[in-house]
């Protein structure tokens, strides 16, 4: 294997996780982000329950969001903005207004 050099902005995907050599976690970010989105556009697709969602959101999306979180310090500003498509399907979901 060889080992490639890369800026030290770039992150690079380590057992699933976005790392940079500066420690920048944008990113690790933008990937969360978009998970969030693909399963926020999935879920709409589909007609569940209410508790068949709340069992999707915990079995799947929530698990992914999760492992990596011990590895980094995000701001509550970049939490917010990761789960906020999930957040948004789930209370449509749950009928909360």
């Not at 944008?26 to 969602?53: D, P, Y």
């Not at 701001?75 to 999930?86: D, H």
Request: aromatic share 8%.
């Amino acid at each position: 294997m060889m080992l490639r050099r890369v800026e030290t902005h770039q992150a690079e995907e380590t057992l699933g996780i976005m790392l940079a050599p500066d420690g920048n976690l944008r990113q690790q970010a933008e990937k969360l982000r978009n998970k969030s989105v693909e399963w926020a556009a999935a879920m709409k697709n589909g007609h569940l329950s209410h508790t068949e969602a709340w069992v999707a959101l915990q079995s799947t999306l929530w698990w992914t969001l999760s492992y990596p979180v011990p590895t980094f310090n995000l701001t509550r500003k970049q939490c917010e903005w990761m789960m906020a498509p999930a957040i948004e399907y789930i209370l449509n979901a749950l009928g909360i207004c």
